[in-house]
């Protein structure tokens, strides 16, 4: 009964090392840090071997009840493969990030101090959103999550900052009593809190379904505000782009991606019970709305930050696409949903990459307008490479991870007889790469002699940006397998039939 | 050793190429070895897959992707052809380069980035499906546009972005083409005589459909093949220094839309089913247009390359004609005219590079008399006009010779008199550079004379003897350019050997008419 442990510390461990980086000192936090980071990673290392030796036994997944308390009241940690991809994508984003932070902080700052146990925090608040298998435990990690990215964004204490982070302490807030009301209205109607029987209860409870549906769209636009379904992005690019560098990248890379991963799991639970389809078209409609509006933003951005920060905003759009015809048993639901969730690997990776490239640059320059970076793309080429590369993946030309997810998700679109949404897909190819070659076109600019003077930054920082962009831009080599593995997942698609 | 071969011809660039990236600016001699030994390396491998395919050795290799799409390189006939004629101009282009970019700054990025766009097209050529082939096809969009904004000046970015805009649209195109098809009979795997026929899933679409994808292919394509109207980038994108010109308009860019063509009409499609489906014809018409315009333009341009672009609209469209002629004489006619047009257009642009680069000389006003001044050069540029012209016995004659047979045996006899029109245009835009070339007094300065500005100004210098004055463009410029000359002659005189272009040309064309 070793996930019994296994689980739990998954949540646990960085809780823990993120208080003991509070109260030790600069020189043993590092080390603390690299430990913990090692620590998590042998810790996910023996959670994806027990889930394969569990699943061998049988086709349940890995689950641990905390303190004996199991379903329905009971606080119940699941892996199944979407978490433990989660899981997976969360060390590699964040090792990268660590590394890269312990570089771009100055020894001693008053930034740094605060920025490490916030960022363990946010680690502990993203494995418990991707483990939680009842909706009581979900509103707590939200919640958790929530409160460090807002700490997350404000770190220099600058107004610009402080600003930005007001207002995402506004949305994150509303976010959470929205699902918070969510929860208790599915709580008093079922009596249970476990996520993957909800939809068989209120079937079984024979809840009228204005009542469920009112709870689901609670829950889905407190989770649609959270990963910043346009139009509900609007407090997005300011904490995005004024947060310090690697906070940038933690928040777009991770912190969207969790509220997804719930918002797929409750839809999920909901779509055998009650019929989605006219709400799937509006989150994908919302989504295209995102796509265009976003590009549109990130073509007249002058800060390089900024502009990235509506990249997300766009990118984001294409996730909720699939939930068009993302409904029980439809064709192509299958296939969507690994779409999806190839389409969130690539993002993470890729926007995490850009931003931690973007930092690199905006460092050397001292400046983040675009027109100022010239002479830092010469000095920094490794970090340029890296933003070429993230930029691929977000473009989506093969090889890329993210040709990878568009690929399966035209192929998802076809067999599910939804061609139109291709017109989208291939114009925001286009798209992209408008605003994504604003930012590549700088390396073909002349410089002149006094840019190139300064002095270049540690290599660690854009060699810790270009590992993540290589994985995103060579990553469509393994999507086959990834595609393979992922569709095995039985919890993933209850009842989706495909 | 057999199973090596097609990696290490993708890989003998692509590493090169990034290497190369890493290579400081001031190692010239590390850099031009990896150059030079990859272009080599290359062109023995591609030497042992000719020599293997004849001796009944197939070249494949599989490696996983996407869910249910492998990676497919293989060397058939058709691309062993393509990579041939680019591991060879390649090999010339880097010379060339090497010459060329001697003192200017970024060469490292140039020569990373060269070497993978010859990477991206050897793999287009070798490309055994259409998602292997769009993988290189898209490679290929983004490691040119470094090169054509090389200089980075203003005017360049612009072209830069334009020519992006319509690659990436194409790509695009391409795309919903390649996503649309497969959808409805599966992964395509390229097929002399046509992959759909055998696929049991063809039987059941509606031939509308058919002919709507077949129309997004060679829109797709037609971006990069410079069809009208989609050559819009092409004359802007001259702005790139001369090697990259070369390489665009003769083997990479502009060849890689015609070879997409090629593969779409014969492989995927199959002409055969193509000819019933009846969507020859109006490429052909298109093909024609484009001939016709593309020569009008070039009359009246003034800037050399910039005529030498529109003479490349003009002149790949051959290609695009040759296919849409239904019947062997016409597809060996535009098989043989994609590899004679590159060798004979290397052979312009070369020369056009030699004449900016030794004298300054960029527009065809300026050109009287430069044939005493640069007479080889000079001398290699008549061979490719007169072949572009179609005189024999150079390579563009033979083309055009199986182009007219294929039109009668078509049955598409307005495509003669579009022939001998487009010839007669050549012609006009050809002649006059040849005669003010060669017949008209050289001005008494030129723009801007390698001679002049040579380091003898500087006092330490004057002391030493007088250097002899060097009547034509750098050796290292030279050679490659007289290499390419002697080749646009010897396809030409030699077209009946064994392994000349026509003779290979014949056999792929056997393989897509047999049932």
Known sequence: MTEALLLPLLVLWPLAVGLGVYALPERASAALQVLGTLVLAGLIGAVFAAASAAETASPEPLRAALGGWAAPLGIELVADRLAQAMLLLTLLVYAAVLLYAQAYFAPGSETARRFWPLAWMLWAGLNAGYLSADLFNLYVALELVGLAAVGLTALTGQSTALAAALRYLLAALLASNLFLLAVVLLYAATGSLALDSIGSHLAAVGTPTWYAKLALALALVALALKTALAPLHFWLPAAHGNAVTPVSALLSALVLKVSLLILLRLWLQFAPALDLAALGLLLALLGLLASVWGSVLALTQRKIKMLIAYSSVAQVGYLFLPFAWLLPGGLGAALALEATVLHLLAHALAKAAMFLAAGVLVLSAGRDDLSSLRGAVAREPLAFAALTLAGVSLIGLPPSLGFAAKWQMMQAALLADQWPWLLWLLGGTLLTAAYVFRVLRLAFLPTSEAFEARAPLPQRLSLCALALALLAALGGFGAAALSDWLAADTLLWPGSGA | ?515
């Not at chain 2, 044939?371 to 072949?387: K, Y």
């Open chain 2, 1 to 515: 050793m057999n199973d090596w071969l097609l990696p290490l011809t993708l890989a003998s660039s692509l590493l090169a190429g990034l290497v190369i990236f890493f290579l400081p600016e001031r190692s010239v001699g590390w850099r031009s070895a990896l150059n030079l030994g990859a272009a080599l390396l290359k062109l023995a491998c591609v030497g042992a897959m000719l020599w293997g395919t004849q001796q009944g050795i197939s070249y494949e290799l599989r490696l996983p992707f996407l869910p249910g799409h492998e990676l497919l390189l293989r060397a058939d006939p058709l691309g062993l052809m393509f990579v041939t004629l680019s591991a060879v101009l390649w090999l010339l282009t880097t010379v060339y380069a090497i010459g060329y970019l001697e003192d200017s700054p970024n060469r490292s990025r140039f020569f990373g980035f060269f070497s993978l766009c010859v990477t991206a097209t050897v793999g287009i050529a070798l490309s055994g499906n259409l998602l292997t082939f769009f993988l290189f096809y898209e490679l290929l969009t983004l490691a040119t546009y470094p090169l054509v904004v090389h200089r980075g000046t203003p005017q360049v970015l612009q072209a830069g972005a334009r020519y992006l805009a319509y690659t990436l649209g194409g790509g695009v195109v391409l795309l919903a083409a390649i996503v649309w098809l497969q959808a409805l009979v599966g992964p395509v795997e390229f097929q002399a005589g046509g992959a759909l026929l055998a696929l049991e899933a063809t039987a059941a679409i509606e031939s509308w459909v058919l002919v709507a994808i077949f129309a997004l292919f060679i829109a797709g394509l037609g971006v990069k093949a410079a069809l009208a109207p989609m050559h819009g980038w092409l004359p802007h994108a001259m702005v790139a220094p001369a090697p990259v010109s070369a390489l665009l308009h003769a083997v990479a860019v502009v060849k890689a839309g015609a070879f997409g063509i090629v593969r779409m009409v014969y492989e995927v499609f199959g002409i055969e089913f193509a000819h019933s489906l009846g969507v020859l014809l109006p490429l052909a018409v298109v093909a024609s247009i484009t001939i016709i315009f593309g020569s009008l333009r070039a009359l009246t341009q003034d800037d050399l390359k910039r005529r030498l672009a529109y003479s490349t609209v003009s002149q790949v469209s051959y290609i695009a004609l040759g296919v849409a002629l239904f019947g062997p004489a016409g597809t060996i006619g535009g098989l043989v005219h994609l590899v004679h047009q590159g060798i004979m257009k290397i052979t312009l642009f070369f020369c056009a590079g030699n004449y900016a680069q030794t004298l300054g000389v960029h527009r065809i006003s300026q050109m009287a008399g430069i044939g005493r001044r640069m007479p080889w050069t000079t001398a290699a540029f008549s061979i490719g006009a007169l072949g572009m012209i179609g005189v024999p016995p150079v390579a563009g004659f033979v083309s055009k010779w199986y182009l007219g047979l294929g039109a009668i045996e078509s049955g598409l006899g307005w495509v003669l008199p579009v022939l001998l029109f487009s010839s007669l245009l050549n012609a006009a835009y050809f002649l006059p550079i040849l005669r003010l070339a060669w017949f008209e007094p050289p001005p008494p300065r030129w723009p801007h004379d390698v001679l002049d500005a040579h380091p003898s100004h500087e006092p330490h210098e004057t002391a030493q003897q007088p250097q002899p004055r060097p009547r034509d463009a750098a050796p290292l410029l030279l050679l490659p350019t007289l290499c390419a000359a002697a080749l646009a002659l010897l396809a030409g005189l030699a077209a009946g050997v064994p392994l000349s272009p026509l003779d290979w040309v014949k056999f792929i064309t056997a393989t897509e008419y047999l049932p």
